[in-house]
C-alpha cells in the first residue's frame, strides 16, 4: 500500500502562480507513470498531466505552456508548477501513482479568483 499526500494547494488571483506536491511513503522509481488530475464541480475528474518513469510527459491541451511536471530531487516526491493560472483551473487536483494499481492522493483545493 502507498500513501500519498498532496498540498500547496490554495487561492490565488488570475494570472499568479502555485506549485502543488505531491509526496508518496516510497520511493517514485518504481512506478510507471505519475500524473496529476484534476476535477471541477459538476464535472468528471481529468488529466491534467503525466510523467512516466522514461521521463516522457503529456498535457492537457488547457494546461501546456502554462503547467509543468516534475518529479523532485527527494525521490518520493513530485510536483505540478502551475502558471498564469485562469478561473477555469480552479478544481480540487489530485496526484495519481500507477504500478500493478493506482494510488490516489487526497486531493487540494485550488482556487483561481477572477
Known amino acids: 500500500q502507498v500513501q500519498l499526500e498532496e498540498s500547496g494547494g490554495g487561492l490565488v488571483q488570475a494570472g499568479g502562480s502555485l506549485r502543488l506536491s505531491c509526496a508518496a511513503s516510497r520511493s517514485l522509481f518504481s512506478f510507471y507513470t505519475m500524473g496529476w488530475y484534476r476535477q471541477a464541480p459538476g464535472k468528471q475528474r481529468e488529466l491534467v498531466a503525466i510523467?512516466?518513469?522514461?521521463?516522457?510527459?503529456n498535457y492537457a491541451d488547457s494546461v501546456k505552456g502554462r503547467f509543468t511536471i516534475s518529479r523532485g530531487n527527494a525521490k518520493n516526491t513530485m510536483y505540478l508548477q502551475m502558471n498564469s493560472l485562469k478561473p477555469e483551473d480552479t478544481a480540487v487536483y489530485y496526484c495519481?501513482?500507477?504500478?500493478?494499481?493506482?494510488?490516489w492522493g487526497q486531493g487540494t483545493q485550488v482556487t483561481v479568483s477572477s
Open positions: 495519481k501513482l500507477t504500478a500493478v494499481e493506482d494510488y
Open positions: 510523467l512516466t518513469s522514461g521521463g516522457s510527459t
